[in-house]
C-alpha cells in the first residue's frame, strides 16, 4: 500500500505568511493528488486536485505543486479564515489520506 | 444545488450490523463514481472505497477486509455503505462523497459499543 506522510502536523503562522504544508507518498502517485481543507465541524472542502489545479471559486492564494513522490500545498498571505486542518490525498492505486496538518495563527 | 444526505447512523453493539445510506439530488447521480470516507473523532480521514456509475465494480480499502459492501440504485440517486460485524474501531463519522470529492455529505455517526 502506498502511505502518505504529511507534515508538519501543526503549524502556527501570522497573517500575511506564506505557508507551505508537505505531503509525501511512499511511492510515486504520478500527479494523482488532490488536498482538501476542513474547518471544525465541518465537511472537508476540495482546494486543489491534479496535484496543482485549482478548484472553481478557491482563492487563488492557495497553490498546489509537486511531482513523483513529494507535494506541496502553499498558502500565500495567510488569512485568519485559513484557519483549519489540510488533508492531501493520493487517489493512485486506490486512495489514501494523510494524517492532517492542523493550521493555526499565531 | 448539489447535496449528498446521509442517514442510517446509530448506535450499534459490537459484531451487529448497520446500513448507511446516502442520497443525492441536483446532479445526474448515475453518471459519477461514488465513495465512502470516514472520520474518527479528532483524527484523519479513511477512505473506505468506492463504486462506479452502474454499480458493476466496487474498490475498497485494504483495513475493511470484507465486513463492508457499497452499493448503489441508480433509479434511487442513493448509495449504500452496508456494514456488518462491526467493531469498536468502526466509531466514526461516515461521509459520502461525489464529483471527484467536490461534493460531501454532511456526515453520520456511527457509534460501536456495548
Known amino acids: 500500500d502506498i502511505q502518505m506522510t504529511q507534515s508538519p502536523s501543526l503549524l502556527s503562522a501570522s497573517v500575511g505568511d506564506r505557508v507551505t504544508l508537505s505531503c509525501k507518498a511512499s511511492?510515486?502517485?504520478?500527479?494523482?493528488l488532490t488536498w482538501y481543507q476542513q474547518k471544525l465541524g465541518e465537511a472537508p472542502k476540495l482546494l486543489i486536485y491534479?496535484?496543482?489545479s485549482l478548484q472553481t471559486g478557491i482563492p487563488s492564494r492557495f497553490s498546489g505543486s509537486g511531482s513523483g513522490t513529494d507535494y506541496t500545498l502553499t498558502i500565500s498571505n495567510l488569512q485568519p479564515e485559513d484557519v483549519a486542518t489540510y488533508f492531501c490525498?493520493?487517489?493512485?492505486?486506490?486512495?489514501?489520506f494523510g494524517s492532517g496538518t492542523k493550521l493555526e495563527i499565531k | 444545488e448539489v447535496q449528498l444526505v446521509e442517514s442510517g447512523g446509530s448506535l450499534v453493539q459490537p459484531g451487529g450490523s448497520l446500513k448507511l445510506s446516502c442520497v443525492a439530488s441536483?446532479?445526474?447521480?448515475?453518471?459519477?463514481?461514488m465513495d465512502w470516507v470516514r472520520q474518527t473523532p479528532g483524527k484523519s480521514l479513511e477512505w473506505i472505497g468506492e463504486i462506479n456509475t452502474d454499480g458493476s465494480k466496487t474498490n475498497y480499502a485494504p483495513s475493511i477486509k470484507d465486513r463492508f459492501t457499497i452499493s448503489r440504485d441508480n433509479a434511487k440517486s442513493t448509495l449504500y455503505l452496508q456494514m456488518s460485524n462491526v467493531k469498536s474501531d468502526d466509531t466514526a463519522i461516515y461521509y459520502c462523497t461525489s464529483l471527484g470529492g467536490d461534493y460531501w455529505g454532511q456526515g453520520v455517526m456511527v457509534t460501536v459499543s456495548s
Open positions: 490525498q493520493k487517489y493512485y492505486s486506490g486512495s489514501t
Open positions: 491534479d496535484a496543482n
Open positions: 441536483g446532479y445526474t447521480f448515475s453518471n459519477y463514481w
Open positions: 511511492q510515486s502517485i504520478y500527479n494523482s
